[in-house]
């Protein structure tokens, strides 16, 4: 996915956005993370089709991916539920 990201970042030309690795960040158990600085957002994701939504709606158009947000407190169950 890191991959994907890297790929589509060029592909849309967003200057300005360095893509990093990281380890869990503490919430590895939520699966893969991504926190967006200088905004301290983070989000949870499970496809390509979320990293799309993400760059698009957050990066390109300032807003937020309310079904995909990650939440102090979120677990693994409640995690599950807000994206059914």
């Known amino acids: 996915m890191r ?3 890297k790929a589509r970042v060029k592909e849309l030309g967003l200057p300005g956005v360095r893509i990093n ?4 960040l503490d919430r590895c158990e ?3 993370t991504m926190v ?3 905004e301290g957002v983070w989000y949870g994701f499970r ?3 979320d990293i799309d939504e993400i760059l698009e709606t957050h990066v390109v158009k300032g807003g937020r ?3 995909l947000l990650l ?3 979120d677990t693994p169950d409640s995690r599950r539920q807000s994206v059914v």
């Open 47 to 49: 496809t390509s089709d």
């Open 3 to 5: 991959d994907y990201l």
């Open 36 to 38: 967006i600085y200088p």
């Open 30 to 32: 939520l699966g893969p």
């Open 65 to 67: 991916v309310d079904r």
């Open 21 to 24: 690795s990281a380890g869990c």
């Open 71 to 73: 939440r102090p407190g």
